[in-house]
């Protein structure tokens, strides 16, 4: 590093001016409004501030982006994808059709970890068409519940079977994952479709949902199929612990996403 001798020799020497013009005028600092010192480096004059405003900001800005960049990690562990991560109660359209199961939803969350939820391990069973917003709010459930610490595993179910099936992945293997998914305080299981057809994907599936129900353990579920039909695919076992563990909710309303397509269209 240069001292600053050094600096102000070559100042001088490039300095194209003879001669040092009047001192400026003396700038404020925009925070405290300490006035910024003035200094002759060679023939030119800079200013710099007295007070450590500038510093103070800086360290509060970096420790706001470390926050964030936390939050977003812990999101995305949560396996809370990008979509998923927008996703909270203030976001949900309300209308008639899904302004109970909004409700409901949001005192789940509120009402976490109540004793007697955990110890009945409790869920819910969200059901409905699609882009009636069932994920919306299995995820809004699952971000308040990580904003306040919460272990939460949000899976889509389709992808976890098929990871699953292949050894899950390259840094966790089938029973790591299985270990996560046992360890997680609530686990939400997005869009548990109706074709299960093999039966390594009914038997995953009822060790995952009978896992939680033995260690009362609460789960959320989102499908978009009928509980009559979702029985026959799961069948009675699986479907029976599910029904036992969690309070089926209804979401209705308009399709979100044919409306919003529409809404482009009409632009
Ligand atoms: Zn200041």
Not at 110 to 118: C, E, G, I, M, V
Not at 177 to 189: F, G, K, Q, T, Y
Request: aromatic share 6%; with cysteine.
């Amino acid at each position: 590093m240069q001292s600053i001798g050094e600096i102000q020799g070559m100042i001088s020497t490039f300095s194209s001016s003879p001669e040092p013009g009047p001192e400026p005028k003396q700038r404020l600092c925009p925070q405290c409004g300490l006035p910024y010192r003035s200094l002759l480096l060679g023939k030119q004059w800079f200013s710099s501030p007295a007070c450590d405003c500038r510093d103070r900001i800086e360290r509060v800005q970096l420790a706001q982006e470390w926050k964030e960049e936390e939050r977003d990690h812990r999101l995305r562990e949560a396996g809370l994808g990008a979509r998923w991560r927008q996703c909270s109660f203030q976001q949900f359209e309300q209308n008639e059709g899904n302004h109970l199961a909004l409700e409901r939803c949001r005192a789940y969350a509120q009402q976490w970890p109540q004793q007697a939820r955990l110890r009945e391990g409790s869920g819910l069973l969200l059901s409905g068409s699609t882009g009636v917003g069932k994920s919306h709010l299995a995820a809004a459930v699952a971000l308040a519940l990580l904003e306040r610490g919460a272990k939460v595993l949000f899976r889509n179910t389709s992808a976890f079977l098929c990871r699953l099936k292949d050894g899950y992945a390259e840094d966790r293997s089938e029973r790591q994952e299985m270990e996560c998914l046992e360890a997680a305080e609530l686990l939400v299981l997005d869009d548990l479709g109706v074709e299960r057809d093999s039966p390594w994907e009914r038997e995953t599936l009822y060790r995952v949902v009978n896992g939680r129900y033995e260690q009362l353990k609460p789960i959320i579920v989102t499908t978009n199929a009928d509980l009559n039909l979702l029985e026959k695919s799961l069948g009675p076992r699986t479907f029976g612990r599910l029904l036992e563990m969690c309070l089926p909710l209804q979401v209705g309303g308009e399709d979100h996403r044919r409306k919003s397509s529409r809404q482009r269209k009409d632009r």
